[in-house]
C-alpha cells in the first residue's frame, strides 16, 4: 500500500512538471514571436535599403535637401521628409504633453470617482477612432478655422496635421500617466497634507515626481505614436516634400511618402520603390533613438527618486 502511495505521488509530480515545461515552452515561443517578428522587419529594411544605397550614395540620401524621386532626374536627399517628420511631431507633442498631463492629474488627483468612471471611457473612445477620419477632420475642420484667423495659411499644412494629430495622441499619455500616478502610494499623499500641502501642491510637487518614470514612458509612447503617424499627415499636411519647419508650410513626412508609392506611384523593383525601404529604415532608426533616450532619462529619474 506505501509503494503504490508513493509511486501515484511520483506519477503526479511528473505529470505536474511536463505540464509545468509544456506551459513555459508555450510561453517562451510566445515571447519569441515579438522577437522574430523584430528581427524580420530589421532584415527586410537592412537588405533592401542595401540595394537602394548601392545607386544613391548614403551621404547624398543624408545631406540632398531635395526629394524628388517621381522626377526624370530623382534625387534622393532624406532631409524633407525627416523635417515634415519632425514638424508635425512637434505641432503634435506641444498640444498633446501639456494636455495629456493635466488630464491625467485631473483623473489621479481631483476627479470623483463617477467622474473618473464617465470621462475615461471617452478617452478612450477618442484612441479608438480611425486615423482617417482625423485626417478629414483637419482637412475639413481645422484647415477652414485656422484659415479663418491666418488668411494666408494654405489649405494643406504641417499645423493644421498636428494639431489634430496632437488631439489623436492626448487618449494614450493621460491614461498611463493617470495610471501611473495612482501607482504612487497613498502614504506620500497623507505625508503632504500632514505638513500643510493643498491637494494641487500634492499632485505637482509629490505624486507627479514619484510617477515620473510611468509618466516619461507615456511621453516616449506619445513621441513614437507622432513620429509613426501616417493618414492624418497624409490627408491634411499634403504629399510635397518641402525643406522648411515652418508649420503653416504643406510638407510630407516619411510614413506618408511610403503610403505614396505603396499606392503603385513606382514601379516594384525601381530605385524609387526601393526608397521606401531606406525611408522605412530612417523612421524606425529615428524611433529607437526617442526610445533609448526615453529609458536613459527614465533610470536617472528613478534613481533621483
Same mark, same amino acid.
Given at each position: 500500500?506505501?509503494?503504490? +502511495?508513493?509511486?501515484?505521488?511520483?506519477?503526479?509530480?511528473?505529470? $505536474?512538471?511536463?505540464?509545468?515545461?509544456?506551459?513555459?515552452?508555450?510561453?517562451?515561443?510566445?515571447?519569441?514571436?515579438?522577437?522574430? #517578428? +523584430?528581427?524580420?522587419?530589421?532584415?527586410?529594411?537592412?537588405?533592401?535599403?542595401?540595394?537602394?544605397?548601392?545607386?544613391?550614395?548614403?551621404? #547624398?540620401? &543624408?545631406?540632398? +535637401?531635395?526629394? %524628388?524621386?517621381?522626377?526624370?532626374?530623382?534625387?534622393?536627399?532624406?532631409?524633407? &521628409?525627416?523635417?515634415? %517628420?519632425? #514638424? #508635425?511631431?512637434?505641432?503634435?507633442?506641444?498640444? /498633446?504633453?501639456?494636455?495629456?498631463?493635466?488630464?491625467?492629474?485631473?483623473?489621479?488627483? !481631483?476627479?470623483?470617482?463617477?467622474?473618473?468612471?464617465?470621462?475615461?471611457?471617452?478617452?478612450?473612445?477618442? *484612441?479608438?477612432?480611425?486615423?482617417?477620419?482625423? @485626417?478629414? !477632420?483637419?482637412?475639413?475642420?481645422?484647415?477652414p478655422v485656422l484659415q479663418y484667423f491666418f488668411p494666408?495659411?494654405?489649405?494643406?499644412?504641417?499645423?493644421?496635421?498636428?494639431?489634430?494629430?496632437?488631439?489623436?495622441?492626448?487618449?494614450?499619455?493621460?491614461?498611463?500617466?493617470?495610471?501611473?500616478?495612482?501607482?504612487?502610494?497613498?502614504?506620500?499623499?497623507?505625508?503632504?497634507?500632514?505638513?500643510?500641502?493643498?491637494?494641487?501642491?500634492?499632485?505637482?510637487?509629490?505624486?507627479?515626481?514619484?510617477?515620473?518614470? *510611468?509618466? &516619461?514612458?507615456?511621453?516616449?509612447?506619445?513621441?513614437?505614436?507622432?513620429?509613426?503617424? %501616417?493618414?492624418?499627415?497624409?490627408?491634411?499636411?499634403?504629399?510635397?516634400?518641402?525643406?522648411?519647419?515652418?508649420?503653416?508650410?504643406?510638407?510630407? %513626412?516619411?510614413?506618408?511618402?511610403?503610403?505614396?508609392?505603396?499606392? @503603385?506611384?513606382?514601379?516594384h523593383g525601381s530605385v524609387g520603390y526601393q526608397s521606401?525601404?531606406? /525611408? *522605412?529604415?530612417?523612421?524606425?532608426?529615428?524611433?529607437? !533613438?526617442?526610445?533609448?533616450? @526615453?529609458?536613459?532619462?527614465?533610470?536617472?529619474? $528613478?534613481?533621483?527618486?
Open positions: 500500500m506505501e509503494v503504490t +502511495t508513493v509511486s501515484d505521488r511520483l506519477s503526479r509530480k511528473v505529470v $505536474r512538471n511536463i505540464k509545468e515545461r509544456a506551459i513555459e515552452a508555450v510561453m517562451f515561443a510566445a515571447a519569441s514571436i515579438s522577437v522574430l #517578428t +523584430t528581427l524580420g522587419i530589421i532584415w527586410v529594411l537592412v537588405s533592401e535599403s542595401y540595394h537602394f544605397f548601392e545607386h544613391v550614395p548614403i551621404w #547624398t540620401f &543624408l545631406t540632398d +535637401t531635395m526629394w %524628388t524621386p517621381l522626377f526624370s532626374e530623382p534625387r534622393y536627399g532624406i532631409l524633407p &521628409l525627416l523635417m515634415g %517628420t519632425l #514638424t #508635425t511631431s512637434l505641432v503634435a507633442l506641444s498640444v /498633446a504633453i501639456p494636455l495629456g498631463t493635466i488630464i491625467a492629474i485631473y483623473l489621479s488627483e !481631483f476627479a470623483s470617482p463617477r467622474v473618473r468612471e464617465v470621462v475615461k471611457p471617452f478617452l478612450e473612445l477618442l *484612441g479608438g477612432v480611425p486615423t482617417i477620419v482625423y @485626417g478629414y !477632420f483637419a482637412l475639413t475642420v481645422v484647415s494666408s495659411l494654405p489649405g494643406f499644412s504641417m499645423l493644421a496635421a498636428g494639431l489634430v494629430m496632437g488631439v489623436a495622441i492626448v487618449p494614450y499619455i493621460s491614461s498611463l500617466s493617470e495610471d501611473a500616478m495612482r501607482a504612487v502610494p497613498m502614504s506620500l499623499r497623507e505625508g503632504a497634507y500632514a505638513m500643510g500641502s493643498t491637494r494641487f501642491q500634492t499632485a505637482v510637487r509629490v505624486v507627479l515626481p514619484a510617477a515620473i518614470s *510611468g509618466v &516619461l514612458s507615456a511621453y516616449i509612447l506619445g513621441i513614437s505614436r507622432a513620429v509613426g503617424e %501616417t493618414m492624418i499627415v497624409a490627408v491634411a499636411a499634403g504629399m510635397q516634400p518641402n525643406f522648411t519647419m515652418n508649420p503653416a508650410e504643406p510638407a510630407q %513626412t516619411i510614413s506618408a511618402y511610403i503610403v505614396q508609392v505603396a499606392m @503603385g506611384d513606382l514601379p521606401i525601404f531606406a /525611408a *522605412g529604415l530612417s523612421l524606425m532608426l529615428m524611433t529607437l !533613438f526617442f526610445n533609448i533616450l @526615453g529609458h536613459v532619462i527614465r533610470r536617472r529619474y $528613478r534613481e533621483a527618486y
